[in-house]
């Protein structure tokens, strides 16, 4: 998946066009049974995603302009029916030297049960691409049946096309989010193949 980002500042909000293109590949693995040897079906794939940031209140750091995230092998049999999910992967959206005012309290596993101050700031993502035709949570994957791409935002909730997300608070200096893609077994047949989604991510600081 290759992630390329370009921004528009207006105030304190964001919009980031964001590529998403993956590439689902089809191999082949010997399975000794007795004396047969069957061929057992399986996806992988990788991530590679880039992006920055201009006139940005915070700084995207290097490490989330280029990265190479490489999706572990799936058997095919792993997705049979639909709702069956992939182990997600991390997309990281590196900020740093975010303005003051932007504290929190607790720690970044109390997300859902954090105690907002008076001052700080939060972002909210929206995500833009093509929803999935069975199932309006998700995005639709050019090149392959049978999936769907489920989009995840830091405080573990599903990112659903057009629509704004919860506010993730921001600490003051460094911050990490920690989106999840991964993806999603729908009602079509399967069919595996190279395939890719383009999603547009827009960020909105308040």
Not at 2 to 18: D, F, L, N, P, Q
Not at 52 to 65: D, F, G, I
Not at 108 to 130: F, K, N, T
Not at 180 to 201: F, S, Y
């Amino acid at each position: 998946m290759i992630v390329r980002s370009s921004e528009r500042y207006v105030g304190w909000k964001h919009m980031m066009a964001v590529t998403l293109i993956a590439v689902l590949l089809i191999s082949t693995f010997p399975r000794a049974h007795g004396r047969e040897v069957r061929w057992e079906n399986t996806l992988s794939g990788m991530l590679q995603a880039s992006g920055s940031l201009s006139t940005s209140p915070c700084v995207l750091m290097p490490e989330s302009q280029v990265q190479h995230i490489t999706l572990s092998p799936v058997a095919l049999a792993a997705l049979n029916k639909s709702g069956d999910v992939t182990v997600p992967v991390d997309i990281h959206l590196v900020l740093d030297h975010c303005p003051s005012g932007a504290r929190h309290s607790g720690t970044p596993q109390d997300l859902r049960h954090r105690l907002w101050l008076a001052d700080q700031r939060s972002v909210r993502l929206r995500l833009l691409g093509d929803r999935a035709d069975d199932d309006a949570r998700f995005f639709s994957i050019k090149g392959a049946s049978g999936l769907s791409l489920r989009m995840e935002d830091p405080l573990g909730n599903i990112l659903i096309p057009g629509l704004l997300s919860q506010p993730v608070p921001l600490a003051e200096g460094r911050n990490d989010l920690v989106l999840k893609a991964q993806l999603w077994r729908n009602r079509d047949p399967l069919e595996a193949g190279e395939w890719q989604a383009v999603i547009n991510i827009g960020m909105e600081y308040e």
